[in-house]
Each structure stands twice: as structure tokens, then as C-alpha cells.
């Protein structure tokens, strides 16, 4: 008898099997031909087999986190070792209106639920408040929110959901929506002795300090991406009474499609100090202090999988960078990636600190205020002692200058084939080597990418350039630095950093930074100058206006007061030619690849196509850097 592969799982392996096992039985000699009645029952068989194998292989595969596919199964794995997906995010937008009223009431409350309504991209969103505001009514004026401590709200319905308690059940607290934004979610239990909704009971994440008195609960995420409320039993968390309301209210919310509304027309409702309905004089006029913004969608399976095991790792516990990294994952969701540098990596050392940059997944900056909230949760995480900043964003743009060669008889247009090839370098923008901290733009890819796009191009010749650029502090005197992280390319000549235009005092001129190396080409003088328009030449403003470390790649300008710039937003783009074409991400710099500001020039390949069989007349375009003064 011959040895059976339990192994083969394909339909065709196990069929055959079936008929090696009956050839070595003499009591079967017709099933080997097609035609047979019996090598139907085989197939039959096979195929029975086939799909019993397949379904068992999936549930083994179902049984890890790094091979589940289904969400349920995923979650349900991850929550075995304490990790809970971060939910949809609202999106927040922060506004302030007055409200006129006749009311005799000291106090107007703004009712927890419907605020106002906002719309973008011709889609009208909601907007509600997860909890009632309360504030004084002052000569018949409410006002609800200032420029500087505006209110926050939330994109999203307001919904409420009761249950109450029955000790004689298995029972679970369930909310019955999806889509909730779980950091929404507030929830008060009203026992027998209690009054309105009761006593509020605050979620945590981990029952590290909980006590058998503490009133708390802990969420989990269920099918259908819906959550269940976990109550203490009385030993971890105070138990609850049997009779007890419990009442949980909170905000499902649409995710990254609320984001950009940033005119809103009000909606809400008010009560006064004794509860009764107040109808304002006038609908409020709402001010619009920051456009909604930082919704996002429910934690994805790819992130589930990479984050559980870690923050199982970090063991809640903030002590090297990935743990950061997957704590501040978890405290703020609106984070796409983090970098984490420790304090004795710096030069010179600065111990006992950690420095935090937050890459957020709407936009480049995190908020003064989100800046606290995240240190101020840290804390529960953090060693002793430990310093913790967060700094802002340091992006380090690669642009391209790229000449491509085409040969125009194997093409019909070149404006399409323009187009495809920025194309390709915008899909290659979007992987995984960049667009990240310590990503690397890699060179080789670049030229096979634009090589690879169609058979009219025959070759390319592109030249890589960095750039940063200066937020630049308007009619004061500052300092700047600038750090790049990667070896600038050095021409004796000068003129290797570029950058756009901008004023300063005393000076009316449009002047720019150049450099001038020194002798050991190692370092060199940033200079400011003023470019002539009648003959090209440059003018020198202000001989020493700062030093370049072209080894190091950084860029110190002394105390400078520009009073305007050409680009907008006070921004100075200040560019630099690599001396590696591969470029990468040093530290806290996010690495992006800028095809914006990049430039695809088209070339005829005239000996390709046959017009210069001899080569005389051909384009050459130099692979070294222009002499140019200024950047752009």
C-alpha cells in the first residue's frame, strides 16, 4: 500500500491519492478511466475532501493573530493579551457663538447632543457635544466659547443607551451601534439611592490601582465593530448592584469623512437653571476657530496585528522608543507614525529626556492642546524623572529634476506619456520606503520606476535635491537651525544651498541665501544676496549670516529679522544638493517625496529615433547640479 500524503490539499493531489490507495487494492479495476461510474464517486470524494481540508487549514489560520483574516477573529485574539483596536474617530472642529436671550435664568446650558451642522464637498455632516455646557447669562448674553478656550465638537450623532441591572442574568452591556467613537463614550450608573443618572464611572484601559470600590469599566471591542461595557465583579472594580441604571451615552460618527467643514450653521438646543426650554431671540452666529479636522477610520487589521503583540511588550510601561511608539498609538489616535529619539543621542547629550515627534494622519501639526494631553498621559506610563517633549514636525522634502529621453516614434503623445510618468513617481511617493520617519528614498528605484513606465523612454538622467523649510518668525530678530541629516553635495564655486525669496529689515530688495565654502570643503559661510536683474549678478547683502556643516548636513543662521516672504505662510524653502542620491530620513526628520514641486522635462531621443544616426546634434543634459543663484 502506498504511503498517503496527508499534506495535499489541492483537489487534483487528492484525487490522485484516492487512486494510488485503490490500485494497491485488487478489488477495484475499473475506476481508472474517465468514463466510470466510480471515478465519478471519486471525484465526488476528492472534492469533499478538498473542501474539508480547506476549511480546517482556515480555522487553524483563524487561531493565530499573525494569519487571521476575519476582523472578528483578530480582535478576539488581540483581546486575549489585553489590547483593545482604537475605534473611529470623530472629527473635531472648535467654534464659539453668543447667545441672545430674554430668559430670566442666571445660566443657559447648551444640551448635550445636536450643535450644528457642517458641510464639505457638497455633504452635510452633524455636529454634537457628548456632554451638556453650562454657562452664565450676562446682561442677556451667553457666551459659549472664546477664541482662546473655545468648545469642542464632535462630528456625529449623539445617542444614549439604558440597561438595567439584573444579577439573575449572564448579562452583557452591549451598545448596539457601530461606528461609535469610543472616546466618546460616557457612562453613569444610578443606583437605587441615586438621583437623576446616577454617579459617573470612568473608563480605563488596564486595572493596574483598581480597587474593589472603584467605579469603573473597561470596553471591548465585539462583533460587527460594535463595544460591551466590562463592570467590575467587586474584587477588581465595585460590582453593580442588582436594579442599577446604567446609561451610556456617546457619538457615532462618520471618521476621516467628517473631516473640513469649517463654516457651521447652528442647530442646538438650551435649557435654563430650572430646566425649562429657552428659545434664544436670534439663531447664534457661530465662529469657526479651527475647521474639523482629525476624524479617522476604525484601526485596521494590518495595524491590530503589528500593535497588540508591542503593547503587550511595553506591558503599559513607557521605557524604550517603541514602547512610546505603540503607547502614544493608543493615547492618540489621530497618530499615523511616531518618531522617538532618547536625550544621550543628541549632541550634546542631553540625559533624562525624551524627545516624542508625531507624524499626525491629518495634517503636520499636533496642537498645543493635543501636545498636553498626550505628556499628561504619558505620565501614567513614564519612569520618574524622565522628561518627556513633544516637538513639532521636521519635514525633509526630496524634489526631482529628471530629463527623460523618449523616442517619439514609439509614441503618440507626449504629454500622456508625461503624465504616466508622473504618475509612476507619485505611486512610488506612496510606499512604504518614505513618507515615514527613517524612511529612504532609494535612487536606483527611481530610474527604473521612470525606465520601466514605457518602451518609447530610453534613458533618463535626474538629479535629487533636499530641502526644509524655514517657518520664519516675521519683524523679529531670530535664530535659525536647520538640520537635513544627510551630506550635502559641495561645489568650490558656492551657490550648493538655494533658496526662495523673502525681505529683511533695512531692506527693501528681494534678497536669498547662498553659501560660500571654506578652504576645507568641509564647512562654509551662509550669505545673503541680491540678485541683479539686468545682468544676472548677485549683490552681496550680508557677507556672514550664518555657517553650513556640509558633513553633518546642517544649516545655523544668526539672529536675521525678515520682515516678508515671497512664498506664503512665512515659509523660505531652503534647498540642498545630497551627496548620496539615496536619501534618508535621519532621526525626527519625516522623510516625503515632493512630486509637486518636482520637474518632468521631456527630451527627444534623436538617435533613437533615428534623426541623428550619427549622434551629431544629440541633447546632452549634465547629471551635475545648475550654477543658478536662487531656487526655483
Known amino acids: 500500500m502506498p504511503f498517503t500524503k496527508f499534506s495535499n490539499l489541492d483537489f487534483d493531489q487528492i484525487r490522485d491519492s484516492i487512486k494510488d490507495y485503490l490500485r494497491a487494492n485488487s478489488t477495484f479495476t475499473d475506476f481508472d478511466f474517465e468514463g466510470s461510474n466510480f471515478s465519478v464517486l471519486i471525484d465526488t470524494l476528492a472534492y469533499n475532501t ?38 473611529r474617530t470623530a472629527a473635531k472642529a472648535s467654534i464659539s457663538f453668543n447667545v441672545q436671550t430674554d430668559t430670566t435664568s442666571p445660566t443657559l446650558t447648551l444640551q448635550a447632543g445636536l450643535v450644528c451642522v457642517g458641510s464639505v464637498n457638497d455633504t452635510s455632516y452633524v455636529f454634537s457635544i457628548p456632554e451638556s455646557i453650562t454657562t452664565i447669562v450676562k446682561d442677556g448674553v451667553a457666551t459659549f466659547g472664546t477664541s482662546t478656550d473655545p468648545i469642542s465638537v464632535y ?3 449623539f445617542l444614549s443607551k439604558q440597561f438595567v441591572v439584573d444579577g439573575s442574568l449572564d448579562q452583557r452591556f452591549l451598545l448596539d451601534n457601530s461606528y461609535i467613537d469610543s472616546s466618546t463614550i460616557i457612562t453613569y450608573v444610578k443606583g437605587i439611592a441615586d438621583t437623576g443618572l446616577g454617579r459617573e464611572y470612568q473608563k480605563v484601559d488596564n486595572i493596574l490601582n483598581v480597587k474593589s470600590t472603584s467605579e469603573i469599566y473597561l470596553i471591548q471591542e465585539v462583533q460587527d465593530e460594535k463595544y460591551e461595557l466590562l463592570f467590575g465583579d467587586g474584587i477588581i472594580g465595585k ?46 452666529s457661530i465662529t469657526t476657530i479651527s475647521a474639523a479636522s482629525n476624524g479617522g477610520d476604525i484601526e485596521s487589521l494590518e495595524s491590530v496585528k503589528y500593535f497588540a503583540p508591542r503593547l503587550y511588550e511595553a506591558q503599559y510601561r513607557a521605557v524604550t522608543a517603541r514602547d ?22 543628541l549632541t550634546p547629550p542631553q540625559f533624562g529626556t525624551v524627545l516624542i515627534t508625531i507624524k499626525p494622519k491629518n495634517g503636520e501639526f499636533v496642537s498645543d492642546f493635543d501636545k498636553q494631553q498626550i505628556l499628561s498621559k504619558l505620565k501614567n506610563y513614564s519612569l520618574s524623572g524622565i522628561n518627556q517633549r513633544i516637538l513639532d514636525l521636521k519635514i525633509l522634502y526630496v524634489e526631482l529634476e529628471s530629463y527623460v529621453y523618449y523616442n517619439p516614434s514609439q509614441t503618440t503623445s507626449v504629454d500622456d506619456l508625461k503624465t504616466r510618468v508622473t504618475g509612476g513617481l507619485t505611486t512610488y511617493s506612496n510606499s512604504q520606503d518614505i513618507n515615514k520617519f527613517g524612511g529612504r528614498f532609494k535612487y536606483s528605484k527611481v530610474l527604473n520606476v521612470i525606465d520601466d513606465i514605457d518602451n518609447s523612454v530610453t534613458s533618463n538622467i535626474t538629479r535629487v535635491k533636499i530641502r526644509r523649510n524655514l517657518k520664519a518668525l516675521l519683524n523679529q530678530f531670530a535664530q535659525y537651525e536647520l538640520c537635513f541629516g544627510n551630506q550635502f553635495h559641495v561645489n568650490p564655486k558656492g551657490m550648493n544651498i538655494k533658496s526662495t525669496g523673502f525681505t529683511i529689515s533695512g531692506n527693501s530688495n528681494i534678497v536669498y541665501f547662498t553659501d560660500v565654502p571654506n578652504s576645507d570643503g568641509k564647512t562654509g559661510v551662509i550669505s545673503i544676496v541680491r540678485e541683479n536683474v539686468q545682468d544676472g549678478t548677485k549683490t552681496v547683502v550680508v557677507k556672514s549670516a550664518g555657517t553650513v556643516d556640509y558633513v553633518k548636513g ?44 518636482s520637474s518632468i522635462n521631456m527630451v527627444k531621443d534623436t538617435i533613437s529615433s533615428g534623426e541623428q544616426i550619427s549622434g551629431v546634434g544629440f541633447k546632452v543634459t549634465s547629471s551635475y547640479t545648475n550654477g543658478d543663484l536662487t531656487r526655483g
Open 554 to 597: 546642517e544649516i545655523n543662521l544668526t539672529t536675521i529679522n525678515i520682515t516678508s516672504t515671497v512664498k506664503p505662510n512665512n515659509i523660505v524653502e531652503i534647498q540642498a544638493f545630497p551627496e548620496s542620491n539615496d536619501v534618508v530620513g535621519l532621526k525626527d526628520l519625516y522623510l516625503k517625496f515632493d512630486i509637486s514641486n
Open 324 to 345: 512610546y511608539q505603540t503607547i502614544i498609538q493608543q493615547i492618540y489616535p489621530n497618530t499615523e507614525t511616531v518618531s522617538v529619539v532618547g536625550g544621550e543621542e
Open 239 to 284: 460590582k453593580l448592584e442588582n436594579g442599577a441604571v446604567v446609561t451610556s451615552t456617546y457619538i457615532v460618527t462618520d471618521g476621516k469623512e467628517g473631516n473640513g467643514p469649517s463654516t457651521f450653521s447652528f442647530s442646538g438646543s438650551f435649557r435654563g437653571s430650572s430646566d425649562e426650554i429657552v428659545v434664544p431671540t436670534s439663531t447664534p
Open 50 to 87: 478538498y473542501i474539508t481540508a480547506f476549511n480546517s487549514n482556515m480555522i487553524v489560520n483563524e487561531s493565530f493573530l499573525d494569519s487571521a483574516t476575519l476582523r472578528e477573529n483578530v480582535v478576539s485574539l488581540a483581546r486575549n493579551i489585553g489590547y483593545v483596536p482604537r475605534s
Open 155 to 157: 462630528q456625529g450623532t
